[in-house]
DNA sequence: CGAGCGCTTGATTGAGTTCAAAAATCGTGG
DNA sequence: CCACGATTTTTGAACTCAATCAAGCGCTCG
C-alpha cells in the first residue's frame, strides 16, 4: 500500500528512499470494508485518511435525514474533516467508505512531523489545501451559476473515473438533484 | 485606518506596540471610490486587501453576463484572489468596492513577513485560512440543501450588517437566486 | 427635474421534485 | 452457479418553487 503513496508523492516532491521510510512510518495501513463509517458528525477526527484502493466520501446527512454528498476519495486522494482534525472541534460531516478499500491513515501531528522530514513538507501541504479551498469555490460558482445538467458534465470531466464506479444516486446526491432527475438527464445528454 | 487593524488583531494574537508599528509597514492604506475595479478576472492578483471601511464583493461573471458574488467584505474582513496571489496565476474572478471604502493593502510576500514579526503569525493565517474554508463547506452544504428562503435566512443570521447595508440584487446574486425571488421571500418572511 | 436604477408585483413558464410503479442490476445464500 | 430478494435505475404524471418577462413605482444623483 505504501507504493501507492510513493508513486503519488513522486509528482508533487523529491525525496530520498531513506526519507521515505520515514515517511512510511507516519502511515497506518488499514482495510475499510465497505459501508464502514470512519467518521460521524459531532465527533472529533482523529485521522486523515490517504486512499490507496477503493473509494471512500465525506457526507452530511440535512434535517429531513437527505445525504449529501461532499467529495469523493478514490485512489490518491485524501479526505478527513480538515476542520475537526486541526482543531478538535465535532465533525461536520460522515466519512465512510463506498467500496471495499484501503487507507493510509495518519495522526494529528502529521504537518510537522512531516516538514521535520522534507523541508518543503509543509510547503506542499499548504497547496494540497490550497487546490482543495479552490475546488470549493469552484464548486460553490458552479452550484450558484449552472444547471443541473451543466453541473453533471462538469463532474464527469472532473471525474471521469468516479462518474463510471459510483452509484448514480450518490452523483445525483454531490450534484444537489434527485437520483430521478440524474436519470432523465443521462438520457438527455446521451440523445446529445 | 491602522487602528482598525490593530483592534481587529487585538483579538487574534498579541502583541507590541513595536511589533505592530512593524505590521503596519507591511500595509499600504488606500481609499477606494465606489465602484471601483481592484482585480479582473484573468489578471494576477498582486494584492491582499483587509477592509477599514466601506465594503468590497468578490464575483464571477458568467457566460451569460450574470454576476455571482463569491463573498462579501466588509470592516474588519480580508479579501483577494488567494490562489492567484500566491501561485501567481490568472484570478477566477473580480474584485470591487461597493461603497466608498478604505482598505490595506499587503504584498504576496506579506505571510512569511508577518511570522517573521509575530512567532505564531503564521499559526493565525493558517487559522483564517481554515476558517474560510469551512465557510465555503457550509455554503456548498447550504446550496445543496436548503431553500432559497432558508438560504436568505441563513445569509441574515451571519451577516446581519451586511443584509442591512448591501443592495437587494447583491444578496439575491450572492444566494443564487434573482432579485424578483428575494423580494418575493422578503414578504414572505416579514408577514412571518 | 428628468433619466436611470433598484425594488415590487403580477402573469406565465420551466427546470427539477415528488410520488408511484416497473425494469434492471446486484449480492448473497443455497 | 443459479435464484431470489433488495437495491438501484428508469419512466410517467402531477406538482412546486423559482425564473422569466413585463409593467409600474419611488428614489437618487447628475
Redesign the pocket.
Known sequence: MLDVLKDYLRGKISFTDEQFKAIGDLYTPKKISKGTILLREGEVCQHNFFVTRGCLRSYVVDKNGKEHIIQFAPENWWISDQNSLLKQEPAMFFIDAIEESEVLLSERDFNEKFSAILPNGGQMMQTLFHNSFKAMQKRVINLLGA???ERYLEFIKLYPTVALRV????IASYL????????????DVAHQ
Open positions: 444547471s443541473a445538467e452509484p448514480q444516486k450518490m444537489g438533484i434527485t437520483p430521478e432527475s440524474l436519470s432523465r438527464i443521462r438520457k
